[in-house]
């Protein structure tokens, strides 16, 4: 008959509370994620620079809204005019080549895509929409158009200010963005191994007929 490894009367090495080590090592970081997060950033800080071209074309070939004033009012020159649906049809479609160019560029640079990719081009389309648009009315003409008025003179045609009315422009970046990364990641991503088939991964059939 053997002796007790411990004794009663003698306390335990391991302290009281305090957790058994666990017989399965911790699980290791996962490196994918942590690249994963990076180049999400990445795009979305890609998506700033091309924003403020966005809004510098946007501003050059937009159409101008001329006003003219009585000296107790502003009016439109050309009432009958459609340069406010031009302003936002040029919004639309500029954003439509600025998707376009942002998703080229990603697929060029991590043909692989994912959905954080995805995720951070449409994040980033918003983004370099709403820059756009900022730039576009800071650099354009004044909103204040009574004392642009004033300051042109009575009778004197002036642009009047740049603006979007329809939001839904600001879409059209990001819409862009994820159908044409998708597409080219279908077409010319990177493609699975096909698995490696075993006698043991014959058919019923074939076994027969052998």
């Known amino acids: ?67 003219i004033s009585d000296g107790k009012a502003v009016f439109l020159q050309n009432s009958e005019g459609e340069a406010a649906i031009g302003a936002d049809g040029t919004f639309a479609l500029l954003g439509l080549g600025s998707g376009a160019l942002a998703a080229l560029l990603v697929f060029l640079w991590r043909r692989q895509g994912g959905v954080p990719l995805v995720l951070a081009l449409a994040a980033g389309g918003v983004l370099g929409s709403a820059v756009a648009w900022g730039v576009g009315a800071f650099l354009g003409p004044t909103d204040d158009v009574v004392a642009h008025a004033r300051s042109v003179g009575e009778g004197v045609p002036f642009d009047a200010p740049l603006e979007l009315n329809t939001l839904g422009a600001l879409l059209a970046w990001p819409i862009a963005a994820m159908i044409l990364h998708l597409a080219l990641t279908a077409l010319f991503g990177p493609r699975d191994p096909e698995p490696e088939w075993g006698p043991w991964d014959e058919t019923p059939q074939r076994r027969t007929e052998g």
């Open 1 to 67: 008959m053997t002796a007790p490894l411990t004794p009663p009367h003698q306390p335990s090495s391991q302290p009281h509370g305090a957790p058994w080590p666990s017989p399965y090592p911790a699980p290791a970081p996962d490196p994918g994620r942590g690249r994963e997060a990076r180049d999400a950033i990445a795009v979305l800080g890609l998506s700033l620079p091309l924003g403020v071209v966005f809004g510098l074309l946007w501003l050059w070939l937009a159409p101008r809204i001329p006003l």
